[in-house]
Structures are given as structure tokens and as C-alpha cells.
């Protein structure tokens, strides 16, 4: 992969049928400036609709993975993202007249073959990389699929498949260089079992599957009626299976072709992450649904990693996520109500703070002199302060906003908080709606509960508070 970003020196584009659709639909694609990524724009829709091609955006797995905004919606789309990602396309601009990327021969090559024609440009800004520092795990053991992610210096995938199928069997398909791609990846097709067709038919899906874009494997045998029937609901009147396992014999590009359209299908979905990975993927019996769950667990760690690396300027040691300035940075708290010392546990829903109780502490002047006791509504507060740091995960910039509490409910005292103590707050998201969130707080000393209460709190921008000042008079009109 380039170390600086990439895009189209001219456009491409194809006119073909949807696969899942059956509608004529035509595509563009466009080169795109530094860091714009891979956009879908529906220009077919009253208004044209611009769809980020990432996972936020993923609103349909049913075979396919399909991007959506409000009702707008992309079909199939992980065949030209795996070809854009596969051959170094860091930006593109996707213009669509349909509701679904045309299907062509079933796989990604005739998109990989446009890219080649048309040739890429380098452009200035560096290519950004997301690194697998530790390993990341997604099982379904219902469906048996096991991904799973692990720190390598490069990029390698293998897929496995096993559908319990005698003509299948086993398949395993790797990914050790990106310059295989074009080669080893891209000409797979997509596929399905005979037994899917009439099922998927049924669905409303495969309205535009044929011969032509996708391998039908045969993995029982048929009667001629049975054959008779299944390609009556595709308009081919004469369906037969010359030779065990696929289906009118049609001849398989490689021996294990359907693991590598699966690993074709899992790069594509993969592009949803917004750049490439640095790690090696193992995924068995994977497919859009898991891959979508596994991709959106690699989501959230690396935009916690991105939250943390914005605040945190220095290395840190012992579990801190987050020192004091990095909090200073965070919060808008000074002395002497600044009562948090550092975060320990940071995620999606839910953080893990500290604060260091000590007789320093201004309070105790005056609460109280000979029985110095932390005040619980400071408790609260510093609750509270732990709390609003974990609204780093709403918004993109929280240093513009002031986070206001709204509600504190079933605050209990359990012990007294006395100098000396440490105090670890632990808060869990229960709800978050239209930038309000409802969240369990509990405080312990040496893992005894002293507090606990929930805390309802809303955002508020700071550019919508306007402060008004009575104005001062000027030393001349002051003047007798």
C-alpha cells in the first residue's frame, strides 16, 4: 500500500443490472480530494444524497451490504469498495442513477480492470492507517463464525469456509500482498447454493441473478422437475447439472473460487472502516452480517483510540487512560473544583475514574474541622465530572460544549469519604437520546460501595448561550 493517499486520474463508469434489484442501473466513478474517502451519491433521488461509505451508515445485510440515509438507499456496494480498497484508492467519488451498484460478471474485476485503465494520481496528504495493537475477537457460535483480528506489520487475510457441503467442503483463501489482489481476488464471483434460490427468490432478492454473474452450486441431486421449476423463476427453461457440483457446469475461475469471493466480500466491507488496517484477519464461515458486527467492534476501539491520542499528549503507565492534563484538557473544571485525578477504564458506555481524597482538599477547612468528611454532594460532583468525560463518545468536539445536569435520582450514602481514601467512580451509559443520556453511577473506597446514584445530563453548545453584560460606563461619563 502507498504511503500517500491515492485517487483516480479520470473517471470510469458502468451501466448493468442490480443483482438483488433486477434494475438497470449506471454508476460514475469520479476521482475525489485528500481525505474525502469513498462517497456514494445517489443522484437519482429528488435531491442528490451523499452517503458516506461507512459503517454508520450500514442500514441492510439481507446477503448484500446496503448504506442508506433516511430512506435513500445503496445496494451491493462490496464488490467496487473491495476493488477501490484493493488497488490503493484512498478517495472516490461514487455518483449512482439506482438503488443498487451493477452486479456485472459477479465479481470485481471489470471495476478493478477500469481502475487500471484509468490509472491512479498520488496526492499530498499521507496515507492514514489503522494498526491492530492488540487482538479483537467476534464469534457467533450460532452460525459457527469466528473473526478475529491480530497485530501484524502489514496486511494478510485468510477466510475459510465451510458450509457442511460434500461438493464445497473445506475452503481456505488467503491475502498476503495487496499487489495480489487484481489477480488472486478480484475475478472471484459471487455464489449460492441451488437450495438458497427459490428462498432468496421469494425474499424479493437475486431479482437480477444469472449465469452469467453468479456460480449456483449443486451440492444434492435434482429431479428434472425440481430443475424445471427453479429456472422457471429465472426465465432459464433448460437448467441442468452436466456435471456434479455447479450448476449448467459453468467453469469455476479457481478451484476455491466461493472462499475467495468471501474474501473478496470482507475487504469490501472492510473499506467501511474509513482506511486501510495494518493486522492479519482470520475469519471462518464469514458473511456480511458478521462481518459488518466484527467491523463495527474494530470501529469502536479505534475511535477510542483516536479520542484518547487527541488528549492524552504524553505516554501514560499503570492502566491511565486519561492523566490530569489530559482532564484539564477535557473538562473546563479548575481548582479548587476540579475533582478528578485520572481515568482508568474508557469505552463506548461506560468509564472508570479516580479521585485521591486527601486533608488538603479546601472542603475539609470547613467541613468539618475536627471530623473532616468529603461533602456528598461533592461526591456527586466528581461523579458528575467522570460522567462528562465519557461524552467524549457523542461528540466530535467537546471542549464546545458545557455539559449541564439535569437530574441526579436515587443518590444513597453508604459510607462516610474521609482523607486518605481513594475514590473509584464507575459510570454506565443507560440511555442516550437527541444528546441527553441517563447514566448508573457508583463510587467505591477499597471496593466497599460508598455512593451511588443516576445521572441524567444534556449537552449544550456553547455558541448558544449568549452572556450579556450590563454595560460599564467610560471613564469620561463617569466623570462629575
Known sequence: MFQKQHTLKESFGFEGVGLHTGDNVRIEVHPAPEN??????????????????????????????????????????????????????????????????????????????????????????????????????????????????????????????????????????????????????????TFCLLYELEELHKMGLIRGGTLENAIVIVDRHYSPEELRRIGSLFDYPDVQVVEQGVLNNTPL??????????????????????????????????????????????????????????????????????????????????????????????????????????????????HFEDNPIMPGVLILEAMAQVGGILFLNIVENPQDYWVYFLAIDGARFKKPVVPGDQLVFRLDMLQLKRGICKMAGKAYVEDKLVCEAELTASLVPKSSLKVSHAPRPSPESSRT
Open 253 to 366: 475461475r479457481f478451484e476455491n473460487e466461493p472462499a475467495r469471493h468471501k474474501l473478496l466480500d470482507l475487504i469490501g466491507d472492510l473499506a467501511l472502516l474509513g482506511a486501510p488496517l495494518r493486522g492479519q484477519i482470520v475469519a471462518m464461515r464469514p458473511g456480511h452480517a458478521a462481518n459488518i458486527e466484527f467491523i463495527r467492534t474494530l470501529y469502536r476501539l479505534i475511535q477510542k483510540k483516536q479520542i484518547i491520542q487527541r488528549f492524552q499528549k504524553t505516554p501514560t503507565q499503570g492502566g491511565v487512560v486519561f492523566d490530569i492534563h489530559a482532564i484539564r484538557r477535557i473538562l473546563p473544571h479548575r481548582y479548587p473544583f476540579l475533582l478528578v485525578d485520572r481515568i482508568t477504564h474508557f469505552s463506548q458506555d461506560s468509564i472508570i475514574g479516580i479521585k485521591n481524597v486527601t486533608i488538603n482538599e479546601p472542603f475539609f477547612v470547613g
Open 36 to 189: 474525502t474517502g469513498y462517497v456514494f451519491v445517489r443522484m437519482d433521488a429528488p435531491q442528490p444524497v451523499e452517503i458516506p461509505a461507512r459503517v454508520d451508515y450500514v442500514v441492510e445485510l439481507m446477503r448484500s451490504t446496503t448504506l442508506g440515509k433516511g430512506t435513500v438507499r445503496i445496494h451491493t456496494v462490496e464488490h467496487l469498495l473491495a476493488a477501490l480498497m484493493g488497488m490503493g484508492v484512498s478517495n472516490a467519488r461514487i455518483v449512482v442513477w439506482g438503488a443498487e451498484i451493477p452486479i456485472l460478471d459477479g465479481s470485481a474485476l471489470p471495476f478493478v480492470e477500469a481502475i487500471q485503465r484509468v490509472g491512479l494520481i498520488a496526492q499530498k496528504e499521507p496515507q492514514q492507517y489503522y494498526h491492530i495493537e492488540e487482538p479483537v475477537h467476534y464469534q457467533n457460535k450460532d452460525r459457527g463464525v469466528d473473526i478475529a483480528a491480530f497485530p501484524f506489520e502489514g496486511f494478510r487475510i485468510t477466510v475459510i469456509v465451510d458450509y457442511n457441503s460434500q461438493v464445497l467442503g473445506i475452503q481456505p483463501a488467503t491475502l498476503v500482498k495487496w499487489e495480489d489482489f487484481s489477480t488472486e481476488i478480484a475475478p472471484a464471483r
